[in-house]
């Protein structure tokens, strides 16, 4: 018998792995227990689209949700232009 612990659910996915990573962090960084899968495939060049997909745990799946809505509106706040990022080499 599984529990839901034991059954992890897509929450998003992600055209490449430091997208990924960036979206399990925040998540990490709310309690969320969450990883990405599909990585390999992602960076293979070839016909095949990947995509690098977060997983979490369905206990956790709403939490989650609500956590990266917040995570993206917040991403989406942040005016790139006017961050200081350091001198190009």
Known sequence: MTSDK???EPL???PNEAQAALI???LKNCGIDAVAEGGL???FRGETV???RVMVWLKDL???RQALDEYRSA???IDWDG???GEGE
């Open 6 to 8: 034991d059954h992890l």
């Open 12 to 14: 998003t996915s992600t």
């Open 24 to 26: 399990v962090s925040a």
């Open 41 to 43: 495939m992602a960076s």
């Open 50 to 52: 990947g995509e690098v």
């Open 62 to 64: 709403d939490h989650a």
């Open 75 to 77: 991403m989406s706040g």
């Open 83 to 85: 961050v200081d990022v």
